[in-house]
């Protein structure tokens, strides 16, 4: 007889407080759609218009599964915690599309081609905003330059599902398909690649804003 709900959730949330990837993964496969809902209501509708919401959840997610060994969860519970990942990716999303459109008016966007897709210099600029909010602190040109070679460094399964994720813009489960894991398996996946790409680029990482 399985144990009852309230006490499955108590496990997991235990589990997640001493840093189990595994059990934040079937937390936000469970509480997926109530935190898509958040991640709307907090996201302006012109944001909305260029990045899916679901695309917002994934950055959320692995943004979770990156900085999990050092969450606050002593403090907040899993959801607060989760929601706090989630205002702060909307915001940086809000700065980089929205300081980008300004940087591009009356312009076509450097490396894409006349249907606005991606061109295959954009990976580094999709990491690096996914991992980092923009600084001064050193160059773009030298984070991009040190990124495309970490991302050259990876196995090929996780250079794979790197740039599915964020040069194609595939969804995790798109990836799940293509390297023949389950989504949440690839989920993880993708979070342990940008941990380790963090790791590796350790000392050109910029400061927050």
Not at 105 to 121: I, K, L, Q, T, V
Not at 137 to 146: F, M
Request: aromatic fraction near 4%; include cysteine.
């Amino acid at each position: 007889m399985n144990p009852p709900a309230d006490d499955r959730d108590a496990d997991r949330f235990d589990r997640i407080r001493s840093g189990d990837v595994d059990a934040l993964a079937a937390h936000l496969d469970h509480h997926r759609e109530p935190l898509i809902g958040f991640i709307r209501s907090i996201a302006s509708e012109r944001l909305l218009t260029m990045i899916e919401v679901e695309d917002l959840f994934q950055e959320v997610s692995t943004t979770a599964f990156t900085t999990l060994s050092t969450a606050p969860l002593d403090q907040y519970t899993v959801d607060s915690w989760l929601q706090q990942i989630s205002r702060r990716r909307v915001i940086d999303a809000h700065r980089h599309h929205f300081t980008a459109a300004r940087r591009d008016a009356g312009r076509h966007a450097a490396g894409r081609d006349d249907e606005g897709n991606a061109g295959a210099n954009d990976l580094g600029n999709w990491l690096v905003a996914s991992i980092t909010s923009p600084s001064a602190a050193v160059s773009q040109d030298v984070r991009l330059h040190r990124m495309r070679i970490a991302v050259d460094s990876l196995p090929d399964e996780q250079q794979t599902a790197i740039r599915m994720r964020y040069l194609e813009n595939k969804s995790t489960a798109e990836i799940a398909a293509a390297i023949g894991k389950s989504d949440v398996a690839t989920r993880v996946l993708l979070s342990r690649c940008v941990r380790s790409l963090e790791k590796t680029l350790a000392d050109v990482k910029p400061t927050r804003d």
